[in-house]
Nanobody, 123 residues
């Protein structure tokens, strides 16, 4: 059983920074891929960033250079450092995990999900 609980969301002005955390029961097999997704109102959930078991990362074009995904196995925590935030980054952010080795940002391929944490960026 994998549990995932996000925290760190909040309200920030444009240009600001936030760090999201996802406390997870990290099992090296079931969480070979971990990722962050987000969903804005009336829009589909989209992939933001992923990290695999070798710490190789992938990012959506919209967040490259601004967001950084990382993980701490010792603390069983997945992080998303967000800087230079824009109003269009406003969304519910979810952490996710799966056992596959290809960590593409495809929502339907992830098996485990957290409940989400809200990020609101004002202009």
């Amino acid at each position: 059983q994998v549990y995932m609980v996000e925290s760190g969301g909040g309200s920030v002005q444009a240009g600001g920074s936030l760090r999201l955390s996802c406390s997870a029961s990290i099992n090296s097999f079931t969480t070979r891929c971990m990722a962050w997704f987000r969903q804005a109102p009336l829009l589909e959930r989209e992939g933001v960033a992923s990290i695999d078991y070798e710490s190789t990362t992938r990012y959506a074009d919209s967040v490259k250079g601004r967001f950084t995904i990382s993980k701490d196995y010792a603390k069983s925590v997945l992080y998303l450092e967000m800087s230079s935030l824009k109003p269009e980054d406003t969304a519910m952010y979810y952490c996710a995990a799966k056992s596959g080795i290809r960590c593409l940002l495809l929502e339907g391929t992830y098996n485990y999900w957290g409940q989400g944490t809200q990020v609101t960026v004002s202009s």
